[in-house]
């Protein structure tokens, strides 16, 4: 069992619990396991303003004994002005520093986003012990909607972070380097999990989605309050099918985010049936 220990450095606004609750998937052999809170990152070493590999080490150094793996999640920015970094074969460094447009555009978490910097990094480093290459080998320049993209722009990461899929080439080259094929399904059982539908996302796309978003809260709530608005200034009874229609504006208000979620799973799911060669 691998022990994978996750540290908060300095504000920010995930919970570790959330980005290990993603993470748990209890039939593969990694333990997540969250480190102390780091309150105190110190004054940035890089340029006023970030931090370098060896501040952020030392800020675990005392309790990397404990875990095989130290994963540090952080807001501030990190040295190479990179979302991810690695020291050695044990030690992530992820960061949400300018992440915000990239969350918002892809519809992702925060806890989503630091899961899926774990995944890769825990891909990369069995890819570094099975073939003995450098990392940058695994990785790859061009944008195809993977995880391995090495990513130059902010559209090329909302891509990869809309997409979470790993393309058929990154996974020739993973069972060719005679990678452990258990660390490539877990990030694969990974990815499924946070493709799939919920609530909660069809809830927050019904919203944000521009036309999405026009529908339902121009079209569908403000019919919604303004025939409530309506039936509590009218002094007139209501005939029945005014009524009939109150009705059914008041039930398209919980019913629209339950649509979109059961379209999300055709979607989702016409995605497995394609992945499987269905």
């Known amino acids: 069992m691998t022990r994978v220990g996750i540290f908060i450095a300095g504000y920010s606004e995930c919970n570790v619990n959330a980005v290990r609750r993603i993470l748990g998937l209890s039939s593969f052999d990694y333990s997540f396991e969250p480190g102390p809170r780091i309150q105190t990152m110190g004054e940035p070493d890089l340029h006023g303003i970030a931090y370098s590999d060896g501040a952020i080490l030392d800020l675990v150094e005392q309790y990397r004994e404990r875990y095989d793996v130290c994963v540090i999640l952080t807001a501030v920015p990190i040295e190479g002005n990179f979302f991810t970094r690695t020291v050695g074969l044990d030690t992530i460094i992820a960061t949400s520093f300018q992440a915000e ?92 999990r946070i493709r799939r539908p919920s609530i909660r996302k069809s809830l927050l796309t019904s919203i944000t989605s521009p036309a999405l978003g026009f529908v339902y809260g121009g079209l569908v709530i403000g019919c919604a309050v303004n025939a409530l608005s309506s039936l509590i200034l009218n002094p007139s009874p209501l005939s029945l099918k005014q009524i009939r229609f109150i009705w059914l504006l008041g039930a398209c208000v919980p019913l629209f985010p339950v649509a979109v979620y059961a379209w999300s799973w055709v979607s989702y799911l016409k995605g497995r049936f394609r992945d499987a060669g269905v």
């Not at 012990?129 to 940058?136: D, E, F, P, V």
Request: net charge positive.
């Open 101 to 192: 447009e990239l969350l918002d555009k892809s519809k992702r978490s925060l806890p989503e986003y630091y899961a899926l910097a774990i995944c890769q990094e825990l891909v990369s480093f069995a890819f570094q012990r099975a073939s003995g290459l450098h990392w940058s080998e695994l990785f790859h320049q061009e944008t195809r909607g993977c995880l391995f993209d090495f990513v130059g722009s902010k559209r090329d990461k909302i891509a990869k972070l809309r997409r979470l899929d790993i393309c058929p080439q990154t996974l020739g080259l993973l069972a060719q380097s005679n990678v452990d094929d258990r660390t490539i399904s877990f990030v694969r059982a990974i990815l499924r």
